[in-house]
C-alpha cells in the first residue's frame, strides 16, 4: 500500500518548524539546518516503513541536489530503505493567485527489496539497477563539496567583490563623460564582466586604482566625491566592509588574470544546452555575479563547455528555481576527469578555436542568443559536438550513447579517484610518522 503526502514550503527547516523538535528528529544528523522541510516526513516515514508498506512524496527537487543530497540521503539509506521510482523535475501548479514557481519531484520508498525499480521522465518509464539519492541509475554515493581539485584541473575563484554600494562602477556614458573632460582619466577605467554582462555583451566599468595613480582620481572632482562615498559606506557597514575601509578607492578582492580568464555564470537558464561561458583577456576585471579561473591552459575551455561537465553540473548543482546554480566546490572541484596526455590537450585546445570562430562569425549577437536552443547557429552547434565527442574521448574510446550511460561512468571513476586520493593521504601518514619515530629513536 502506498501513503501519498504533498508538502509543500518555502524556507529551511529551521523556519518552519520548533527548533527543539527539529534537533530531536534529527538527533544522528551532522548537519540539518539547510534540508528542506520535506526531508522531515523522508526521514520520519523511512522509520516507519515495514515490509508491506511503502510510502510515496511529492517533494521539491531541491533534496536531491547539492549538498542536500550528502545531509539527508545517507541516513535513509542506513535504515535498509530504497527509493523504488521516482518521477524527475516538473513545474508545480495549481489554480492559486500568486502561486510559488516550485518545481517538483516524485520520490518512492520501501524497504530494500529484488523487485523491479523504475524513473519516470519526459512522459517514459525506464527500469533500473537502483536509484540514488539524486534520482540517477547509479550507485548509492554522494558527491561532496570540496575545496580543491579532485582531478588536475586549475583553481576556480569567485570573482571579485567591491563592496562599494555601487560608487567604483560607471556605466559607458558615465565613464566617457569623465574622459571626455579629463582624458587622463581613461588609464583609471577597467571593463567589468561578470554574469548579466558576460551573457548579454553588456558594457560597464570601474574604477581600478593603485597607490601610482590614486592621486590622479582624488583630483578629479567626480571621482574623489565617488571614492569618498565609498569610504563612508564600508566605514558604517559590517565586519567585511570594514576590513577594506582603509582603501575606499579599490575593491575589496583585487584578483585579475596576467593573460586571459575564463567567466563562468553562476546561473544558467535550464533550456539551454550549454553555459554560455567566455574567454576573454585581462582588460577585464571579473566580479562576483560570476566565477573566473585565471590564465588557464587553453583546453580547460573545452573542458568545462562540454556537454559531459554540464550534465555534471545539472545533476550535482543546486538549483534557482529550475536554473542550474554552478558551484564551485560541487561542479568544478568533485568532477572527474582523468590525465590526458599532450596530444589530447592539443585536440582539445583545437576544440577551443573551433568555437570561438564560430562565436566571432556571429559577433553581432550575444552568449544569450547564441544559446537560445532554438536558435542556436548550425556551424557553432556542430563546433560544441565536435568538442563533446572530443572530450569524451579522454574517458574512453568508445562513445556514451546515453546521459545515463555518462553519469554511471563518472560516478565510477569519482569512487576510484576518491580511493586513490584517500590511499596516497594513508600512505603519507604512515611515511609522516615512521619519520617522527625514527627522529625519537
Known sequence: MIYNCVRLFKGPIQDNIQKEDTKLLFKNFDNYNNLDYISCWFYKSANYISENIKVAFVTTNSISQGTQVFDLWPSIFKLNIEIFFTHKDFPWTNNAKNKAAVICSIIGLRKKSNMPKFIFSKGIKHEVQNINGYLTNASNIFIQKRTTPLSNLPLMNQGNIPLDSGYLMFNETEKDEIVLKYPNADSLFRKVTGSFESIN???????????????????????????????????????????????????????????????????????????????????????????????????VFS??????????????????????????????????????????????????????????????????????????????REAHRLNDLAVERCYRSKPFETDEERLEYLFKLYEQMIAEEKQVGTLFQEEKKAKKTKKIN
Open 303 to 380: 573542458l568545462i563547455n562540454s556537454a559531459i561537465h554540464i550534465l555534471w553540473v545539472k545533476t550535482f548543482s543546486g538549483k534557482l528555481k529550475s536554473d542550474s546554480r554552478y558551484s564551485i566546490g560541487l561542479c568544478w572541484y568533485s568532477f572527474p576527469f582523468p590525465k590526458i596526455s599532450e596530444a589530447q590537450k592539443q585536440e582539445l585546445t583545437q576544440c577551443v578555436f573551433r568555437i570561438l570562430e564560430e562565436r566571432e562569425n556571429h559577433s553581432e549577437k550575444t552568449l544569450a542568443q547564441l544559446y537560445d536552443p532554438e536558435k542556436m547557429p548550425q556551424g557553432l
Open 201 to 299: 555583451n553588456t558594457v560597464r566599468w570601474c574604477l581600478w586604482l593603485s597607490e601610482n595613480n590614486l592621486e590622479l582620481a582624488l583630483s578629479i572632482p567626480t571621482l574623489k566625491e565617488r571614492i569618498d562615498s565609498v569610504s563612508k559606506f564600508r566605514l558604517n557597514g559590517g565586519t567585511n566592509a570594514k576590513s577594506c575601509a582603509n582603501r575606499p578607492h579599490q575593491f575589496c578582492m583585487l584578483n585579475t588574470a596576467q593573460n586571459t580568464q575564463i567567466v563562468i555564470p553562476i546561473v544558467s537558464s535550464e533550456r539551454r544546452e550549454y553555459i554560455p561561458m567566455s574567454f576573454v583577456d585581462n582588460d577585464y576585471i571579473v566580479v562576483h555575479s560570476a566565477y573566473v579561473i585565471y590564465d588557464p591552459e587553453l583546453y
